[in-house]
């Protein structure tokens, strides 16, 4: 039997999402262990350090170190790039907070990068690890619905002054690289990927409203009062044609306020409602060609919160010599497939895909985590 050992790892960006990812890397992994952080802002990066009892680090100090293996990218989108090169050159394998780069040209390069260090490199979202988005591939799997034949995802958000209390410069929603379709429209794309394999091919529209006349208006905002630009598509329509020959239709818009999302896949026999690919899990609900409705039991673990499950999954894909579920392909197949919907214009909105992937291995369905190395998620 294969001894148990955790993988050491370090996270660079103690932002607003850190915290639930060393949360669950310190405490839920049995295969993670978590030893430094770090982040450009200093002081942050030391509160963190003294709450978990790990290590406060530069991003060179944690290149340097040899035990170190792995790498959690979570800095600003714009950083992402940078952040995750210098890892990789350095050795390292890395994990990136969605969506890994802000272009594919950027993903290609920190993919030939790993490859040429015999690295990996993943990419979040991994909401569709989680007992809600199993269970559905599961129930299609299965043949519940029949044969897939149309997906319908709509998320709408109201990205207004109330998201921006600190500095005018965190715009996440209205910066290249951010918007709607990056922060949210990533996760509907990953789960469809998942449940409905690669996509073939996709065409889009989209606008970008009131891109020069948006006030920041919270008095908190130190930016308050003055023009809110916005450089990054808020409104987006695609739609996909997928290898299997399911379609799709995918809708973000963060412009509009009390919006009821939906994920619905719609099949021969069946419909399916999923949960919201931004969490864990949630009601699935099963709808049969008699119009019998039912709630699917989820019997997969990961109900809660669990961000970092990729990372998890990666680090036993290291010690077993197998391929992340969040794997490079499947990171850079939703970052083509949603900057490709989003920029489309006028008669060149059609776009077929040049990267792709196969659908990651379905848990085993009762599964919490393995103590053994040797016994595999």
Do not use: W
Not at 87 to 107: F, H, Q, R
Not at 222 to 251: D, H, L, Q, R
Request: charge should be negative.
């Amino acid at each position: 039997m294969k001894q148990f050992k955790p993988v050491k790892v370090a996270v660079i960006g103690c932002g607003m999402i850190s915290g639930i990812y060393l949360t669950n890397l310190k405490n839920m992994f049995n295969v993670t262990e978590l030893v430094g952080c770090s982040d450009i802002i200093p002081e942050r990066s030391k509160a963190k350090a003294e709450e978990f009892g790990i290590k406060q680090m530069t991003n060179e100090e944690i290149f340097a170190d040899p035990e170190i293996e792995v790498v959690v990218n979570l800095t600003y989108h714009t950083s992402h790039f940078e952040v995750s090169k210098a890892a990789l050159e350095a050795g390292k394998n890395v994990y990136s907070e969605k969506m890994m780069c802000i272009t594919v040209d950027e993903a290609k390069e920190l993919g030939r990068i790993a490859k040429e260090k015999g690295v990996i490199f993943c990419g979040a979202p991994d909401t569709f690890l989680g007992a809600g988005l199993q269970t559905a591939r599961q129930v299609i799997d299965a043949g519940l619905i029949g044969t897939p034949v149309m997906a319908n995802a709509i998320v709408v958000r109201g990205y207004h002054h109330e998201r921006f209390k600190d500095t005018p410069e965190r715009r996440f929603a209205f910066l290249p690289g951010g918007g709607i379709m990056y922060d949210m429209g990533c996760y509907y794309l990953q789960a469809l990927i998942n449940i409905l394999g690669p996509i073939d091919s996709v065409c889009g529209y989209s606008d970008t409203r009131d891109a020069n006349s948006r006030i920041f208006m919270n008095a908190k905002n130190p930016g308050y009062g003055t023009v809110m630009k916005i450089e990054t598509p808020n409104n987006v329509c695609g739609a996909m044609k997928f290898k299997s020959g399911a379609m799709g239709v995918i809708i973000t818009s963060s412009e509009s306020v009390g919006a009821t999302n939906s994920f619905v896949i719609y099949g021969t026999k069946g419909v399916l409602t999923l949960n919201d690919p931004n969490d864990f899990t949630a009601p699935i609900i099963l709808k049969t060609a008699t119009g019998q409705t039912s709630e699917i039991p989820q019997s997969f673990a990961y109900k809660d919160n669990s961000r970092g499950l990729g990372v998890a999954d990666m680090c036993y894909a290291l010690r077993n010599g197998r391929e992340p579920r969040c794997s490079y392909d499947r990171a850079i197949h939703v970052l083509e497939a949603g900057v490709n919907i989003m920029n489309l214009e006028g008669e060149n909105n059609y776009h077929k895909m040049e990267t792709t992937c196969e659908r990651a291995a379905a848990f085993e369905s009762g599964i919490v985590e393995y103590p053994e190395m040797v016994l595999d998620i």
